[in-house]
């Protein structure tokens, strides 16, 4: 990773080469002398020669620490995996007191969350640019550009999920610490985070739910589980049983801390709950870890239960499709696809749930297109009209075509490996005999029909 590998510098390669005629020079000497004192040369015996000592190979300097750094990333997991504090602590700087301080914190709070897996790698092919925030530690730093916490949670995540650090180093006499992961936050580079970075995780588990959150949540966290084992098999029925129909669930204390935890910059006012997870970018098949549905405390307890029923059954729907869900998947798809399931058999009225956009098609202010990507952000004055539309559409497919037809389309669709508007156009060809013009205008005869 970046590393020399013991390679040889070239003044210390000479050196080592310049053994070899010694030992050659002190055999022929040997002879020579034997043929003087009138012995044959078998009569030399090979003890009485001595070789030059040879040189000992050099460890550059950045072997060393680099190999030092990974020990100390290994006890740090050591040190997780098998609750010992100690271990922890004997790695973090003793001169960054507040830092130590808050690493402390974060190992107590760790106690209770059910680990399968914990370990970290680190990337020494770059480092980060010298700062004067590197000056305080009056010492010598290393600052390699990232390190990756990879940590998975028993009985729900298959494979690790990733937390991306950006740490120092300092080196203290001959021995290396951590002495920071927040050095270059103001660059941007934030060192991922999780609910045990915000105070003590509490554990709630039923067969196919874990909830983690925090000791003042408890009731909250008891009433999403329940909620949620009941929200899986409606997913089911419309998806089909090839996704994990499991689930994990964070409930933090704060909307500020759900968006660190889920590492979402955008606006989260309007929203009551986020399903994340880690996923290739692009257009090809992702391959999704680390799927999570966040809570947001600050609209939660706005819902009511068939609120919550409808909320936790949308986003259980984006944690099912997660596999097919691609660059090729144009949000309105995604979005309008978990609505369609939330609000299965709810018996909501129509007009009650696509209030806005119903004023809006009244008023004569159809939309001109499919809802865009960007209507879809949390600040967006259009967001609600966007959701009312995309499950409209969805709508749309399941009256004309069926359930199971709307289905397939989001999978055809998922998997086309081109851009959206391409996916989209080929799969409602490929499956319905539609242009994208046709479908549009479909739709805005629904939505007059649906909302006029």
């Not at 070789?51 to 000992?56: F, G, S, T, V």
């Not at 808050?102 to 092919?125: E, G, I, K």
């Not at 089911?236 to 409930?251: E, F, I, P, Y």
Request: overall charge positive; aromatic content about 8%.
């Amino acid at each position: 990773m970046g590393e020399t590998g013991g390679r040889v510098p070239p003044r210390r390669l000479a050196i080592a080469l310049a053994a070899v005629p010694l030992v050659a020079a002190g055999l022929a000497d040997a002879t020579i002398i034997a043929h003087r004192g009138g012995h044959s040369p078998s009569a030399v015996s090979p003890r009485t020669v001595s070789p030059a000592p040879r040189a000992r190979p050099v460890v550059p300097a950045d072997v060393v620490r680099n190999t030092a750094i990974r020990r100390l990333l290994a006890a740090r997991a050591d040190a997780v995996l098998h609750h010992n504090r100690a271990e922890w602590a004997s790695v973090l700087d003793p001169k960054s007191r507040a830092f130590r301080r808050r690493q402390l914190a974060t190992f107590d709070n760790l106690r209770q969350v059910p680990l399968a897996s914990w370990s970290y790698s680190l990337n020494t092919t770059a480092t980060q640019a010298t700062t004067n925030r590197l000056l305080r530690y009056h010492a010598p730093v290393f600052a390699p550009m990232h390190f990756t916490l990879r940590y998975r949670l028993s009985g729900f995540d298959k494979r690790p999920t990733s937390l991306l650090q950006y740490p120092t180093f300092v080196r203290r006499g001959s021995r290396w610490f951590l002495a920071s992961l927040s050095d270059f936050s103001s660059a941007g580079q934030k060192s991922a985070l999780d609910l045990w970075d915000f105070g003590p995780v509490a554990v709630y588990r039923q067969p196919r739910v874990l909830v983690l959150g925090h000791p003042d949540n408890i009731a909250v966290m008891h009433e999403v589980a329940s909620e949620v084992t009941a929200d899986i098999p409606r997913v089911t029925a419309v998806w089909g049983s090839h996704w994990a129909q499991r689930a994990v669930v964070l409930v933090p204390d704060t909307q500020a801390e759900l968006a660190r935890v889920v590492a979402d910059a955008g606006d989260l006012t309007n929203i009551a709950a986020v399903a994340t997870a880690e996923v290739q970018l692009g257009t090809g098949r992702p391959d999704p870890v680390g799927d999570r549905v966040g809570i947001n405390p600050r609209n939660w307890p706005k819902l009511s239960p068939l609120g919550r029923q409808i909320v936790l059954t949308h986003e259980l729907t984006h944690v099912a499709t997660r596999a097919v869900t691609s660059g090729s998947t144009p949000t309105w798809l995604a979005e309008g696809f978990a609505d369609y399931v939330g609000y299965l058999g709810s018996g909501v009225p129509t007009p009650f749930v696509a209030q806005d956009l119903g004023s809006a098609v009244r008023a004569g202010r159809v939309p001109s297109t499919l809802p865009r990507n960007r209507e879809f952000d949390g600040a967006s004055k259009q967001l609600s009209q966007a959701y009312e539309g995309a499950w409209l559409a969805c709508r749309l497919i399941v009256q004309r075509f069926g359930e199971p037809a709307l289905v397939r389309f989001y999978r055809v669709v998922g998997r086309a490996g081109e851009r959206p508007s391409v996916a989209v156009a080929d799969a409602l060809q490929r499956l319905f005999k539609l242009t994208p013009r046709t479908f549009l205008a479909q739709w805005h005869g629904y939505l007059r029909a649906q909302l006029g």
